[in-house]
């Protein structure tokens, strides 16, 4: 049974900086894409960071970059998201989401629609004060 737990989140103030954890079980992800999303009360679940498949492109959308980094440990099979210069905007539960095996051409299309993630973290909530 493929597992994803998150953790890391919680209480920050504005300029302040966290860093996310997702750790995976119950299968390899060689070539599956990891990525980062989070939702906001009274919003829509949306992208933040992914990395497409193993050692790949690594995307972020436009209000994160420079701010925000994701990256993998290979050896715990742990992701991360590292959030800097965190602003009152970034609050939301953040989910750490996983495909089944993926093509680079796949990347391209998909990687930032939350459809076509396979697997999903609980979520950890993440709150910034001002």
């Known amino acids: 049974q493929v597992q994803l737990v998150e953790s890391g989140g919680g209480l920050v103030q504005a300029g302040d900086s966290l860093r996310l954890s997702c750790t995976a079980s119950?299968?390899?992800?060689?070539?599956?894409?990891v990525g980062w999303f989070r939702q906001a009360p009274g919003k829509e679940r949306e992208f933040v960071a992914a990395i497409c498949r193993t050692g790949g492109i690594v995307y972020y959308t436009e209000s994160v970059k420079g701010r925000f980094s994701i990256f993998r440990d290979v050896a715990k099979t742990t992701w991360y998201l590292q959030m800097n210069s965190l602003k009152r905007e970034d609050t939301a539960v953040y989910y750490c989401a996983a495909t089944l095996p993926v093509s680079s051409d796949w990347c391209l299309r998909y990687t930032q629609i939350p459809d076509h993630y396979n697997y999903w973290g609980q979520g950890t909530q993440v709150t910034v004060s001002s």
């Open positions: 119950g299968r390899t992800f060689g070539t599956s894409t």
